[in-house]
Structures are given as C-alpha cells and as structure tokens.
C-alpha cells in the first residue's frame, strides 16, 4: 500500500450500520476483515460524535473469529493480555507487540522473496521426482495413443487432420518442456 494513501472510511450510523464511503454501501464486519487482508487499512469512525471506533471493531473481529474456531491466540498470549492491563507492562506491551509482528511480516516477505528465487521450490520435496516421471510417462503414452486412437473412427480424408495432430503434439511438447522446467 502507498503510503500517502488515506485508510478506507468506514461510517457507524447510530442503527449501528457501518457504511463504506468510498462504495456508498454497507457493509459487515466480515467485509471489513476481507479489505484488511487485502492489505487495505481502515478507519471506522461513529458519524454523530466523530469518535474513532477502529480499535474496537477490529477488536471485535479478532474475537469472531476465535470464537469460531479460528484459533490464532493461544490462551498463555490471551491470559498475558490481559495481565499487561494491570500493571508496569502497560506501557511496553503494545511496543513489543508491534515489533514482534514488524518481525513477523519481514521474515514472511524474506520467505517469499527466497522461494521464488529458488528454480522451482516442489523439486525438493520428497517423491518430487518420481511424480514428475510419472506424469511424463503418462503423457507419452497419451501422445503416443493418438498415432492409433482414431483407427476405430472415420479415416482422414486429406492431410489437414494430420497437420492438426501433428500441431496438437507439438503443443503437448510444449506444455511437458515448461513442466519440466519448473
């Protein structure tokens, strides 16, 4: 995301209704946990007092999804929590948890960056080449059943359905050398 670029609006009416500015519709809590994984920012703001709400719906969402089954919070971080609102850690708590997920992001995108400057990131995995032989020996043998597959059928009449097959065959090759590049 840009960074001049200003968080999504979001507008609570007093019916509780949040309303998305920039599309002029409504929207729920799910839609706004969508924008924000797609890397949108969001501010949600009560339209009569002003008030920025943000802190709490995203707080809200958080507590959805755990309450699903989605369980990102282990109890121990959970009990910390809580224990961090009584007490000296106040104050370093929210830096840390900050920091920590700075980290967090910045080993993800180095993850990133690394598997696609590896040639091809499958081909250490166990079986890998196995599969791979498996999968050319298939597709030669389905090449190799066309020469034959149509003696059942109706002749070519002229040799444009052979320039065809010849071309259908030359693709396939085509498609099995990027396969086997990757």
Same mark, same amino acid.
Request: aromatic residues 6%.
């Given at each position: 995301?840009? #960074?001049?670029?200003?968080?999504?609006?979001?507008?609570? =009416?007093?019916?509780?209704?949040?309303?998305?500015?920039?599309?002029?519709?409504?929207?729920?809590? #799910?839609?706004?946990?969508?924008?924000?994984?797609?890397?949108?920012?969001?501010?949600?703001?009560?339209?009569?007092?002003?008030?920025?709400?943000?802190?709490?719906?995203? !707080?809200?969402?958080?507590?959805?999804?755990?309450?699903?089954?989605?369980?990102?919070?282990?109890?121990?971080?959970?009990?910390? !929590?809580?224990?961090? =609102?009584?007490?000296?850690?106040?104050?370093?708590?929210?830096?840390?948890?900050?920091? @920590?997920?700075?980290?967090?992001?910045?080993?993800?995108?180095?993850?990133?960056?690394?598997?696609?400057?590896?040639?091809?990131?499958?081909?250490?995995?166990?079986?890998? #080449?196995?599969?791979?032989?498996?999968?050319?020996?298939?597709?030669?043998?389905?090449?190799?059943?066309?020469?034959?597959?149509?003696? @059942?059928?109706?002749?070519?009449?002229?040799?444009?359905?052979?320039? #065809?097959?010849? @071309?259908?065959?030359?693709?396939?090759?085509?498609?099995?050398?990027?396969?086997?590049?990757?």
């Amino acid at each position: 995301m840009a #960074e001049d670029e200003k968080p999504l609006l979001i507008k609570r =009416y007093a019916s509780r209704r949040l309303y998305n500015t920039e599309t002029s519709d409504y929207v729920t809590l #799910e839609d706004i946990a969508k924008f924000i994984r797609d890397g949108r920012e969001v501010q949600i703001v009560d339209l009569k007092s002003g008030d920025d709400l943000t802190r709490q719906y995203l !707080l809200q969402i958080v507590a959805e999804h755990e309450s699903r089954g989605e369980n990102v919070l282990p109890v121990d971080v959970l009990t910390d !929590l809580v224990r961090s =609102y009584t007490g000296a850690a106040q104050s370093v708590v929210p830096q840390f948890l900050a920091a @920590s997920f700075e980290m967090l992001r910045e080993g993800h995108s180095h993850m990133l960056e690394n598997m696609n400057k590896m040639p091809n990131p499958m081909a250490s995995m166990p079986g890998f #080449e196995a599969l791979q032989a498996q999968q050319q020996a298939f597709l030669q043998n389905m090449m190799a059943g066309w020469g034959t597959a149509g003696s @059942s059928g109706p002749a070519p009449d002229d040799g444009d359905d052979r320039g #065809e097959l010849d @071309s259908i065959k030359k693709q396939l090759a085509d498609l099995q050398s990027k396969l086997n590049k990757m």
